[in-house]
Every structure is written in C-alpha cells, then in structure tokens.
C-alpha cells in the first residue's frame, strides 16, 4: 500500500520538517511508502542541504515578504509560489526501487510521467547530464531523469537517502515565479538580465501547457493512478499519524532560518 496525504499550505520550515518526519516513519516501518502533497503559506525560498547563503539576496526576501528555508535534501535554491509539492518517501529496501539514488529517482519520475498523462500532460524525463550556468538556482538546467515538457525543465526535484529511508521532495509549478526567483540571487544586473533571459525560454508550467490550474484534489486523483501503474501498489488516502505529527513539531526548529535584522 502507498498512503497518499493530501495537505495544505504551511510555512516552509513545518513542510521540511513534516516531510522528515514522514520519511523517519517510513524508514522504521511505522508508515507505508508515502507520497504528501502540499503547498505553502508564503512565496518560500528553499536552499539545498549544503548552500551557500551567501549566494541568496536577503535583503530582497525581507522587502517581499519572501520567506526561506533549508531542505534536507541537496540541490540548488527554488522560489515555491503558485505551485503544488510534492514528498515521495519510501524505505531502501523497497523492491521497485534501485539501490542508487539515480536509479530511484528515474523510477519516481516515471511515476509521475505516467500521473501527469491523466491531466492531459504530456511529459518527457531528461536522459543526458545538462550544464549549468554556474549559478544558484536549481531551474538553470534540468538534471539527468528530471522532468521536462518539449524540452523544458518542469519538475524540479531532489533526493536524500540514508541506510532506512528514501526522501525525495519536488516542485510541481503552477505558475513560474520568474522575476522573483532571478531577483532572489546575490547576483549583478547583467548575470540576473542572462539568467532571466535563459529562464525564460527554459522552464515550463501547468498554466503554461493547460491554460488553467489545478487543484491538489486533481493531481491526487492522477497521482492514484500512476503510482499504482509503476510501483503496482494500492494508492489510498491518509493523513499523519499523531507521532508523524508529535515529530514534525519537534524538528520545525532545525528548517527555521531567521532573516530579521
């Protein structure tokens, strides 16, 4: 069984806690393989497990209400605004699963591929190393088994393992925060101007491709569908338990990072 939670909107460092605690549960066989759905309560930039602050615009962020947290997972920095989250979290001895996180993390795309056919999205997965621009924005270039749409990087997302647990979380963009992403970067005028200007013609959205939005009920019913058709599991609706709950207020500190002067 797959227990699929659909969630709503928190602040960025409870959605990086819930999704660690989940994945703690998971990993000690106190939870099925788990896929959560959620979004957040502000615009949120979310740095990967080992960046730099250094690389991102405070100053910005404060003067747009913008707030930031910091992932467990690796990877560069993401803007989440009009989009739905993702969390995929399942044990490593899972038997559809590869042992790599490469290998994984193709299978999870797949999944997604074959869900996103039901909302008359039709996407592709990324099969060659692409290079980056050397900046601190994860949508510059999609990594190898990332999702694309006639060649434009879609789904960002990203992966952390350890000897229990698989946790890989992912943006899903309803609508892409372009300006505000760029304008997230400590970066000079000219090399935001090249960067929004790459963006611009790289990266894809749901209203771009359907001239709509969709709800989280919407994707969940896709979600059913696909992940039963790759990981040939039962997909049912659940929500935390009260120890997933208990945990995911422990760890809220650990995401928090305070921009106040």
Not at 55 to 71: A, C, G, H, P, Q
């Amino acid at each position: 069984m797959i227990r699929l939670i659909v969630d709503t909107y928190h602040m960025g460092s409870w959605n990086m806690a819930c999704d660690l605690a989940i994945a703690k549960h998971v990993g000690k066989g106190c939870q099925p393989t788990t896929i959560r759905l959620y979004g957040w309560s502000l615009p949120t930039l979310s740095l990967g497990r080992f960046q730099k602050m250094d690389d991102i615009d405070l100053e910005f962020l404060r003067s747009n209400n913008i707030d930031i947290v910091r992932r467990p997972t690796g990877g560069r920095a993401v803007l989440h605004h009009k989009e739905i989250t993702y969390l995929f979290s399942a044990p490593v001895t899972h038997p559809i699963l590869p042992k790599s996180v490469i290998g994984s993390y193709k299978i999870i795309a797949e999944a997604l591929i074959k869900s996103l056919e039901h909302l008359n999205i039709q996407c592709d997965v990324e099969k060659n190393k692409n290079k980056h621009l050397n900046t601190p924005a994860c949508y510059d270039a999609p990594s190898i088994y990332e999702i694309t749409i006639d060649k434009k990087k879609f789904i960002g997302s990203a992966q952390y393992r350890n000897d229990h647990y698989i946790l890989q979380h992912g943006s899903i963009p309803i609508e892409f925060p372009l300006k505000n992403y760029v304008n997230s970067f400590n970066l000079t005028k000219d090399k935001k101007e090249k960067l929004f200007n790459h963006l611009k013609d790289r990266v894809i959205d749901i209203k771009s491709v359907l001239n709509r939005t969709i709800s989280f009920e919407e994707l969940a019913e896709a979600l059913k569908i696909g992940f039963n058709k790759i990981f040939n599991d039962v997909v049912v609706i659940g929500e935390l338990s009260d120890s997933e709950y208990a945990l995911t207020k422990k760890l809220v500190e650990r995401f928090d990072i305070d921009i106040d002067e």
